[in-house]
């Protein structure tokens, strides 16, 4: 099994797409849509993405996982606490 991301040539200004140049074209990784792949449907090996690339798209994944959720006000959650304050 491997992680996978889709790849789009739609350009946004958000912390969910990751923007990038690939063979001299805009191109965006989508890191809400990371999904688990099986290895046997991978037959043919299309293209590699520069090395740096990568890095700084693990890099925002990373941070993307790591981050506090959000509620509709946009301020992070906090939990209440067990002891009245």
């Given at each position: 099994?491997?992680?996978?991301?889709?790849?789009?040539?739609?350009?946004?200004?958000?912390?969910?797409?990751?923007?990038f140049?690939?063979?001299?074209?805009?191109?965006?990784?989508?890191?809400?849509?990371?999904?688990?792949?099986?290895?046997?449907?991978?037959?043919?090996?299309?293209?590699?993405?520069?090395?740096?690339?990568?890095?700084?798209?693990?890099?925002?994944?990373?941070?993307?996982?790591?981050?506090?959720p959000?509620?509709?006000?946009?301020?992070?959650r906090?939990?209440?606490?067990?002891?009245?304050?």
């Amino acid at each position: 099994m491997l992680w996978t991301v889709p790849i789009t040539s739609t350009m946004k200004d958000s912390p969910f797409y990751y923007p990038f140049l690939f063979k001299n074209e805009d191109r965006s990784v989508i890191l809400t849509q990371l999904r688990v792949m099986s290895t046997k449907r991978l037959l043919r090996r299309v293209d590699v993405m520069p090395e740096k690339d990568f890095k700084k798209i693990i890099e925002a994944l990373v941070c993307l996982v790591k981050a506090e959720p959000l509620h509709k006000g946009g301020v992070p959650r906090r939990p209440k606490p067990l002891i009245p304050v």
